[in-house]
């Protein structure tokens, strides 16, 4: 069977084990001297929406330095298009919704051209999508990347997250190991680690097996080997410490883990549906371990709250002083204007804007302000819709080519 035709994740499982076979794979890509992670989570480029699981994964491999990804019809409505030349990688992702021909009382209902319409619709399985994505390097005219600067260092937020998971550390022994009879964490002290970095990094990963837990994600023994069972829990272990590494810019350290690497090219050659299936659970445990994490500002009322002492259901309008996370920034209110109007500053790029009550932003900024929870199902499933029309789109202008 010619690798056109191989279904994505044996594609993706077969480089993987010759990565793994040669020393090469994302498991050993050196840390660096800072102690920083050598991993930049992959976003849209457009809605700054992070890609998560198997479609996560897949992009990390590409080893590209600029995270930003965009489909080919996306990036020309982005006014930032392709470069001639410039290779495209294919994800996977899977979606609740599937574009159908459009027909009333039995009859397909046609555009103005003729042309049988489509309609989404909503399923009760979710199913796979593919899409064809370029880097932001291969962007012409994609601004620089700015950073978000954050109140706490990557070690408060390690912290941060241990002290909320609930589970004993005991400093003890050379190799950090988690004990599920027992539910505690046996860890060197910090002191022992050539830098603080290297222990929350090491902790965290003892925390991601902690997740297997009945009292957390609850992952159940099965009827394999010990031993199988051991390298499949490792496998998402391992890239669930990448997730959460390059979430808090932690490094990612193999440790102890070496003889894996070849446990898992073992493993996925025979098995290649697993590495899929080891992503999707590994993007669970990292957003199970990263929803432990309380900043300071989550711990305090916000400047709005003080200011305003209204409750955040109540809000109806934005006024002087908001402070409101939303879509990975928070935009804070500067000064109200006049009809209404108010002018905000996006506190991760720095921009200002002058937002009107009819505007969808403000409107969105509202909801956020109401509703945070609401808000983000919503626009997650905003994004899922976005990506689901991303791939109907290059299917009908036939640019799934790996070269423009």
Known sequence: ?????????????????????????????????????????????RSKQKYTGAAALVLIMQNRRDPRWLSFDKALYNKTPVKKGAYGTLIEFNSGNELRPKTENGKPVLNKEGNQKMER???EVPVPVQAWLYNGKDLVGLKPMKEKALSLSPAERAQVILDHSGIKMEPEGLLAMYDRSRDTIQIAEKTTFAKPELFYAAALHELAHATQHESRLNRPETDLPQSDQMVREELRANIASILIGAELNLPFALSHHENYLREFATLLKNEPQELFHAAADA???????????????????????????????????LTEGMEINYKETTFKVLQEQSRGAVKVEDLGTGDKLRLKPSDGLYKSLVSQLNNPAQQEVREREQEQEEELEMAETEEQTKSYSRRR
Not at 291 to 296: D, F, N, P, Q, S
């Open 1 to 45: 069977m010619s690798e056109q035709f191989k279904p994505l994740a044996d594609q993706v499982s077969e480089r993987m084990v010759n990565l793994l076979n040669d020393n090469r794979s994302i498991f050993t890509k050196p840390m660096k001297a800072d102690g920083s992670s050598q991993f930049i989570l992959p976003v849209n480029a």
């Open 121 to 123: 619709v909503k399923l």
């Open 283 to 317: 993007q669970q445990i990292a957003n199970f371990v990263m929803g432990l994490e309380v900043t300071r500002e989550q711990k305090q009322d916000t400047k709005a709250e003080i200011k305003q002492e209204v409750k955040p259901a109540q809000a109806a309008r």
